[in-house]
């Protein structure tokens, strides 16, 4: 089965400064990653989705932008954080034979 | 409207008691759903998923599809301390790209 790490899992940040947050994928080749944002009281919100390296969608018009450089690595970055990009970001791979997703642990992001 | 409503609780119960966990939904589109656990400060894991109306069971879990009434529900039998989470309803039409998340009711199991 896949294993997604994540890192770091917790991050304070000034507003203005930059962002890089990474996600590596094992056990799966050529998945499918999704990027998620998941704010106090409120359901995931989908941010980005790759299908494949270079291959990025996003969902949500935002200051945020992800990369795949690698099959297995997908990058969330910003170039100037805002306080409302606090939150808990996930990435996440299609679970195998079933419509399950494998999350990783996750990063705790305050911008302060 | 929300497409996916969840009740945000919190909700505290004696170790033991069972647990009913429930999720509206307004999309009748919806033909996958699931169930997460999500512990503090974790990602959230698969804990049940469900295609058609009915029940599955897994233990002392059993997930409830009640499409015609668009109402699906988590039971938790014999709650444990270790139950303590957030639980997720999650749903999806059939894109793995189109999955809608429940806000997510918090669970306290207490000793």
């Known amino acids: 089965s896949q294993t997604i790490h994540q890192w770091p899992a917790t991050l304070v940040q000034p507003v203005g400064s930059p962002l890089s947050l990474e996600c590596t994928v094992e056990?799966?080749?050529?998945?499918?990653l999704y990027w998620y944002r998941q704010a106090a009281g409120r359901g995931l919100q989908l941010l980005f989705y790759?299908?494949?390296?270079?291959?990025i969608s996003s969902e949500v018009p935002q200051n945020l932008s992800a990369s795949r450089p690698q099959d297995r690595q997908f990058i969330l970055s910003s170039k100037k954080l805002l306080l409302s990009d606090s939150g808990f970001y996930l990435c996440a791979c299609p679970g195998q034979g079933d419509y399950g997703y494998t999350f990783g642990s996750g990063t705790r992001l305050t911008v302060v | 409207q929300k497409e996916v409503e969840q009740d945000p609780g919190p909700l505290s119960v004696p170790e033991g008691a069972i647990v009913s966990l429930n999720c509206t939904y307004s999309n009748s589109a919806f033909q996958y759903f699931m169930w997460y656990r999500q512990y503090s400060r974790k990602g959230p894991e698969l804990l049940m998923y469900?295609?058609?109306?009915g029940n599955k069971e897994d233990g002392r879990f059993t997930a409830q599809v009640d499409k015609s009434s668009k109402y699906i529900s988590l039971f938790i039998r014999d709650s444990q301390p270790s139950d303590s989470a957030t639980y997720l309803c999650?749903?999806?039409?059939?894109?793995?790209?189109?999955?809608?998340f429940g806000s997510g009711t918090q669970l306290t199991v207490l000793p």
């Open positions: 469900t295609y058609s109306s």
């Open positions: 999650v749903m999806t039409g059939g894109s793995a790209r189109q999955l809608t």
């Open positions: 790759s299908i494949g390296i270079d291959q």
């Open positions: 056990g799966t080749s050529n998945p499918n």
